[in-house]
């Protein structure tokens, strides 16, 4: 697999999500950014296992994602955030972003890697970020494919 291009193509995947009315639309990028423009999902640090099958078959990364909302009152960056976690919904990221699995018998994120599933939210807390602070979450997503491209 091509991490740069995975990567990117997570972001991509996010960028789906329908946010309330209201909020400004979800900005995404596959690195850790400089600075953000909340609310926003950046693709941070990954793990990779290596040789999951023989002959180098199958490697496993399971990025550490970041989404970050704005503080501008408790309550109702906790919503929007709340609504991006959900399980489903216009708004929820594990839903927009395991689309991008593909049909059955395709390979996921447009053919870069065999699958991947959003494993599960974590971290749920005030984080800050180029001096400000922002509420936000991390998903864990696990991806898999070829290890020999």
Known sequence: MQISAVRDAIADAARAVVLP?????LTCSGYVPDSVNAPH?????YEQTFDRAMGRALDELVFTCRVLV???DDRPSQRVLDAM?????P??????IE????????YALGGLAHDLHVQRIQGYRWYEHAGATYV???LMIKV??????
């Open 41 to 45: 999902f950046f693709v941070g640090e």
């Open 85 to 89: 976690l959900s399980g489903a919904g």
């Open 91 to 96: 708004a929820s990221l594990k839903a927009v």
């Open 99 to 106: 689309l991008a699995r593909g049909a059955a018998g395709e």
């Open 144 to 149: 898999i494919g070829d290890g020999s491209t």
């Open 136 to 138: 936000g979450a991390e």
């Open 21 to 25: 009315e209201g909020i400004a639309t």
């Open 70 to 72: 704005a503080r501008t």
